[in-house]
């Protein structure tokens, strides 16, 4: 029996709203877990030793983007394009994880060379991270997300990520145990991966992968694989490079800003995750407006990036004594200038997973992030030795900002920029006044723990306040 595909004819962000705000419940509930290991990691193992776990990590995860070549992107957009067809599906899922097996399992081959032929000074660790390598074989996440079977996938992360935090609790806990906290890690990866792989056959058959134009679709993943590639440079390589230019010690402020600002950018991940699939399937099926559906979503996701990355620059210098313990002082200038990069990756991430990808233009998507890449490449190069985590994230911002302004001149005649413009500035300044009004508020109290909470409530009120009518009505669809 066919599977079912959506409706052409309803509004897309207006019938997703429920997955996106299943994947973003799911992510608020996933605060949880930061809110509770880095703390207890930070304290355990110090800034040194996250460092280390940094810097093994960032080089083990250039093999793991290796090993998945650009499958996910092009497995999420191909399944959605044929998921009405069973049998269509099969073989489509068949003969692209086919590939993906074979390059995978090169990756781990590789990994295991590079840790042979090149000695490492922390080896124990950085072979423990070959199991990170060895979970890209069984990654078919994009199989469920080209089906827009999210719930899947979160129940597998909840169940995976309780677990890990219950591991870590009881065996991290002293600057000794990096190695424990290391074999968690990767194994809840490698075991978040064999949970939905063995639910693959509830939703296709397993048919012989065709060799009849695995040329072909081993081309179109390549040539999606060097936008991951130029990502890795400035997402992944900046650690690598502050491990290798400057201190383990500068890396774990890095790697601990980073986390946090990694929260709003998965709210913001959550609404491509959602949209990409059903772009794919919509353009695939008739000429659609994407121009307001794309505007729609541009709206939300920059009245959210706009208000969380502010809220993180309020909140920067009080958030590390409290979340972070004694040590991580160095934080809090990485973290404000890392949340400029929320607001870009919001725009840049509507841009890419609602037009670039759904519509095939993967000549604009491969010249922005290769050329992000080199931005950043060069950056690093010239001002981590001096600067250490401070230039890192100048590379990063840099590089976000290229991406940007390159996808917004290449799609100038497809999409509405001037009107995208209008929106950010628009809660750029509703964000800014919030800000500083929760600063103040904060700032009548010295303790940092009673300054941070101040700083959260106010916020949020008054967010909540400026923006009611698009949380409550536009977006939530509440009405009289």
């Given at each position: 029996?066919?599977?079912?595909?959506?409706?052409?004819?309803r509004?897309?962000?207006?019938?997703?709203?429920?997955?996106?705000?299943?994947?973003?419940g799911?992510?608020?509930?996933?605060?949880?877990?930061?809110?509770?290991?880095?703390?207890?990691?930070?304290?355990?193992?110090?800034?040194?030793?996250?460092?280390?776990?940094?810097?093994?990590?960032?080089?083990?995860?250039?093999?793991m983007l290796?090993?998945?070549?650009?499958?996910s992107?092009?497995?999420?957009?191909?399944?959605?394009?044929?998921?009405?067809?069973?049998?269509?599906?099969?073989?489509?899922?068949s003969?692209?994880?086919?590939?993906?097996?074979?390059?995978?399992?090169?990756?781990?081959?590789?990994?295991?060379?590079?840790?042979?032929?090149?000695?490492?000074?922390?080896?124990?660790?950085?072979?423990?991270?070959?199991?990170?390598?060895?979970?890209?074989?069984?990654?078919?996440?994009?199989?469920?997300?080209?089906?827009?079977?999210?719930?899947?996938?979160?129940?597998?992360n909840?169940?995976?990520?309780?677990?890990?935090?219950l591991?870590?609790?009881?065996f991290?806990?002293?600057?000794?145990?990096?190695?424990?906290?290391?074999?968690?890690?990767?194994?809840?990866?490698?075991?978040?991966?064999?949970?939905?792989?063995?639910?693959?056959?509830?939703?296709?058959?397993?048919?012989?992968?065709?060799?009849?134009?695995?040329?072909?679709?081993?081309?179109?993943?390549?040539?999606?694989f060097?936008?991951?590639?130029?990502?890795?440079v400035?997402?992944?390589?900046?650690?690598?490079?502050?491990?290798?230019?400057?201190?383990?010690?500068?890396?774990g402020?890095f790697?601990?800003?980073?986390?946090?600002?990694?929260?709003?950018?998965?709210?913001?991940?959550?609404?491509?995750?959602?949209?990409?699939?059903r772009?794919?399937?919509?353009?695939?099926?008739?000429?659609?407006?994407?121009?307001?559906?794309?505007?729609?979503?541009?709206?939300?996701?920059?009245?959210?990036?706009?208000?969380?990355?502010?809220?993180?620059?309020?909140?920067?210098?009080?958030?590390?004594?409290?979340?972070?313990?004694?040590?991580?002082e160095?934080?809090?200038?990485?973290?404000?200038?890392?949340?400029?990069?929320?607001?870009?990756?919001?725009?840049?991430?509507?841009?890419?997973?609602q037009?670039?990808?759904?519509?095939?233009?993967?000549?604009?998507?491969?010249?922005?992030?290769?050329?992000?890449?080199?931005?950043n490449?060069?950056?690093?190069?010239?001002?981590?030795?001096?600067?250490g985590?401070?230039?890192?994230?100048a590379g990063?911002?840099?590089?976000?900002?290229?991406?940007?302004?390159?996808?917004?001149?290449?799609?100038?005649?497809?999409?509405?920029?001037?009107?995208?413009?209008?929106?950010?500035?628009?809660?750029?300044?509703?964000?800014?006044?919030?800000?500083?009004?929760?600063?103040?508020?904060?700032?009548?109290?010295?303790?940092?723990?009673?300054?941070?909470?101040i700083?959260?409530?106010v916020?949020?009120?008054?967010?909540?306040?400026?923006?009611?009518?698009f949380?409550?009505?536009?977006?939530?669809?509440?009405?009289?």
């Open positions: 029996m066919a599977l079912q595909g959506p409706r052409i004819g509004d897309p962000l207006k019938s997703e709203n429920k997955n996106f705000l299943m994947n973003v799911y992510q608020g509930l996933m605060l949880a877990f930061p809110l509770i290991t880095v703390p207890l990691v930070s304290r355990a193992l110090g800034a040194q030793n996250i460092g280390i776990y940094s810097y093994t990590y960032s080089i083990a995860n250039m093999f290796a090993g998945m070549l650009g499958v992107n092009y497995g999420n957009r191909s399944v959605a394009r044929v998921r009405d067809d069973e049998a269509a599906l099969s073989r489509e899922f003969s692209t994880y086919a590939l993906q097996v074979a390059v995978s399992l090169v990756a781990v081959g590789a990994y295991a060379l590079y840790l042979v032929l090149f000695p490492q000074q922390y080896g124990r660790v950085a072979w423990i991270q070959l199991i990170q390598v060895l979970s890209v074989c069984f990654d078919v996440s994009w199989l469920y997300f080209g089906l827009e079977k999210f719930f899947q996938t979160i129940v597998r909840l169940i995976v990520k309780v677990l890990s935090l591991l870590i609790a009881v991290v806990k002293g600057p000794d145990d990096l190695w424990a906290y290391t074999l968690i890690m990767a194994c809840s990866t490698l075991m978040s991966q064999l949970y939905l792989f063995c639910s693959v056959p509830r939703y296709v058959k397993p048919v012989r992968p065709e060799l009849r134009g695995s040329a072909r679709r081993l081309r179109d993943i390549a040539v999606l060097l936008p991951v590639a130029a990502y890795s400035y997402r992944v390589l900046d650690k690598t490079m502050l491990g290798s230019l400057s201190t383990v010690t500068e890396l402020y790697e601990n800003a980073e986390k946090l600002i990694n929260i709003p950018i998965a709210v913001i991940t959550a609404l491509g995750t959602v949209m990409l699939p772009m794919s399937y919509v353009l695939s099926k008739s000429d659609a407006d994407y121009r307001s559906i794309i505007l729609s979503s541009m709206r939300l996701a920059l009245t959210l990036s706009c208000a969380m990355a502010m809220g993180l620059i309020v909140i920067a210098d009080d958030i590390c004594p409290v979340f972070f313990g004694p040590g991580f160095g934080c809090a200038p990485v973290i404000r200038l890392l949340a400029i990069t929320v607001i870009c990756s919001a725009w840049s991430s509507v841009v890419r997973t037009f670039l990808i759904p519509k095939a233009k993967d000549s604009v998507y491969v010249g922005s992030t290769v050329g992000a890449a080199a931005v490449l060069v950056l690093n190069v010239i001002l981590i030795p001096s600067f985590s401070l230039g890192a994230c990063t911002i840099a590089a976000e900002l290229f991406i940007v302004i390159f996808q917004t001149i290449a799609t100038g005649s497809d999409l509405d920029a001037r009107k995208y413009f209008g929106i950010l500035f628009v809660h750029l300044a509703k964000s800014s006044v919030v800000a500083v009004a929760a600063f103040c508020a904060a700032s009548l109290f010295d303790n940092a723990l009673v300054r941070l909470v700083e959260i409530v916020y949020v009120f008054l967010f909540l306040v400026l923006n009611w009518q949380v409550v009505k536009d977006f939530l669809g509440w009405s009289k």
